[in-house]
């Protein structure tokens, strides 16, 4: 009985290879889409995550800057004198946020399922 | 009654590939009745009959009963035109395609399962791409996918190794120029 033969094998290997690929990409479902850039509690602009682009908040005590690239955000620059926001690095979970105080502008990400923090509790 | 005085002179091939297609409708009934937790995940027995078929007597016959089978089919489901039958067709006609690339695989090393593995595959994706470009054109139906994969490899092997058991006994009983039932 020679049903399966040694290259169906290396198909069904293959094939296993791409389903677990594709469930490990599916966490698309509960990403991020957004990003909102709030300025003195406003809504500054709420931009997609999927355009690489760099945006300027300006602030009380400057500019901020805020770089958007592979579907994730970050604060890059910030007047603010402990830089927080920057040190929080990339944002790319649904929820996650960088708040710069002392300049008041806040980023945080949009869309998707949201993870429980402890100020949900 | 008057007699019809048109006469469509049919084949041996012709006898061949409508019983071949009958069986695969049949099978396709099957499949209906079977319920799937996942809407759109079908166990596609009747690809079953389609990979004998193409091992028997080549892509041409498998051509014409696959496609027979989506047609007769979707009138005997009541399904003809609908999206439904379309995605099938597509599926079908992606599954052949996919099915002519492997026939340059060496049959050595690469039997039914392969082909049958391989067609799965590019059914899914045939009917992922059209119910994405033509029916839901949203990201979020993409999350399906692994779903529909997991799926394929599944039913792809199951088909693939009763489709080479069939194959197989034939071998064994040796009987080179009996003609199908």
Known sequence: ????????????????????????????????????????????????????????????LGVSLVVISGGAARVAK????????????????????????????SVELLGGNKRYDSLNY | MIRSTIEIPATRE??????????????????????????????????????????????????????????????????????GFFLGLCGALCSLAALFLASA??????????????AAFAHISGQLMLAYFWLIPHVGLFSLAPFFAAAALLFGTVNGLVAAHFLECEKVEAVPQVPIQ
């Open chain 1, 1 to 60: 009985m020679r049903l399966i033969r040694i290259g169906d094998w290396l198909v069904i290997l293959l094939a296993l290879v791409v389903v677990g690929l594709l469930f490990s990409e599916t966490g698309h479902a509960g990403r991020p889409q957004k990003v909102l850039i709030r300025k003195g509690g406003e809504i500054f602009t709420e931009v997609s995550l999927f355009k690489d682009r760099k945006v300027e908040v300006p602030g009380p």
């Open chain 1, 78 to 105: 910030d007047p603010g004198p402990r830089q927080y926001c920057v040190r929080q690095g990339w944002l790319r979970n649904s929820g996650d946020a960088a708040i710069c105080l002392p300049n008041q502008v």
């Open chain 2, 14 to 83: 012709d006898h061949h590939v409508s019983r071949m297609a009958a069986l695969a409708i049949g099978l396709s009934f099957v499949d209906a009745a079977i319920p799937l937790p996942v809407p759109g995940v079908k166990p596609g027995f009747a690809n079953i009959v389609v990979l004998i078929v193409l091992a028997r007597y080549g892509l041409r016959t498998a051509i014409w009963v696959s496609l027979l089978r989506v047609l007769a089919g979707s009138l005997l489901f009541g399904s003809f035109l609908s999206p």
């Open chain 2, 105 to 118: 695989l060496p049959e050595k090393f690469f039997g039914a399962v392969s082909r049958s593995v391989i």
